[in-house]
């Protein structure tokens, strides 16, 4: 590598090419991860006096100024979509630029990733309607997350905060790590708190192998209408899984196991976010413009999976 000769003196890196993959180390020192630290220029092709203008214009007729064949060929931007990656950066780029709404009775969901230790994280993150932006997630470092009982305090001190004059309806948990913090919720008399199973049975079990999988498809479904903040974790996250369909024609995402291999972060903040549509959850019932009483009627639980049919107000 390069990078090994960098330690004297004031060497310096020159870096050509033309963006078609979104992974590689072009890429990440370009446009992904690494960004920050390179000075980088993209040359448009329109904007060059020696390149054929006529057939640059037939191409933009034909493909679209935002298609990848143009981005790559004319404009010197990465495509949208790396092959098998499951959310493009178009959708995720134009929900960032997006302004939050959200309806009165639009209930707040925390969705909690519980770190596996190491490099990971523990994440909470929120979404009221159509804006996951307006309250900011909350990240322990692995190491901090250590103490499953600190974890459980942090998300009891959630659930019992108000945030603009509304307290959390419900906090779906990752079960992989997040059983005892479950628990102990439960025991703090926390009953709006729902152990999330990624591994198992999606509720559309036909067409989604599992329920990471149907949670990430409903996050790219809700994209195209929905703000998102600009942080580069939550961005680098949602393009990250790549997805496939297994021998049952089920959709199936990329395992947080796998992601590693290919030199990606476990998508913290990703899972954390599609942890907020794990399970509907009821509109609010506004009375006199008091704040939401968060009380349950009950778990109206369906199937054996542990998982909630609805809630009952």
């Given amino acids: 590598m390069a990078y090994g000769g960098l330690t004297d003196g004031e060497p310096m890196i020159f870096a050509w090419g033309q963006p078609e993959r979104r992974e590689g180390e072009f890429y990440n020192v370009c446009f992904g991860k690494q960004r920050n630290r390179w000075v980088h220029h993209a040359v448009d092709s329109r ?14 007729h034909d493909y679209g100024l935002d298609s990848d064949y143009v981005r790559v060929r004319v404009r010197g931007l990465p495509p949208l979509a790396a092959a098998g990656q499951f959310i493009d950066a178009g959708r995720i780029m134009e929900a960032q630029r997006r302004q939050p709404s ?3 009775n639009d209930p707040l969901i925390v969705g909690l990733d519980v770190s596996r230790g190491g490099s990971a994280n523990t994440v909470f993150r929120f979404r009221r309607g159509l804006d996951a932006t307006s309250i900011q997630a909350v990240r322990l470092t692995g190491q901090e997350s250590r103490d499953s009982m600190r974890v459980a305090s942090i998300a009891a001190q959630i659930l019992n905060t108000t945030y603009n004059g509304i307290r959390p309806t419900v906090m779906f948990v990752d079960s992989g790590f997040g059983g005892p913090i479950v628990d102990r919720l439960h025991q703090l008399g926390h009953r709006n708190v729902v152990e999330v199973s990624f591994g198992g049975s999606a509720p559309d079990n036909r067409h989604f192998a599992n329920w990471r999988s149907y949670m990430w498809s409903q996050v790219r479904d809700w994209l195209p209408r929905g703000a998102i903040d600009g942080a580069e974790r939550l961005e680098t996250d949602l393009m990250g899984p790549w997805y496939h369909h297994n021998k049952s024609d089920q959709l199936q995402l990329e395992s947080k196991e796998d992601m590693p291999k290919r030199g990606l972060d476990s998508p913290d903040d990703g899972d954390a976010l599609a942890l907020t549509f794990a399970q509907h959850v009821a509109p609010l019932s506004q009375q006199d413009g008091e704040e939401e009483e968060q009380e349950y009627a009950g778990y109206p639980w369906s199937g054996n999976d542990g998982f909630p049919g609805g809630w009952m107000r």
Avoid: G
């Avoid at 904007?47 to 933009?60: A, P």
């Fill in 47 to 60: 904007d060059s006096r020696f390149t054929n203008q006529e057939l640059i214009q037939e191409w933009i």
């Fill in 102 to 104: 959200s309806m009165a």
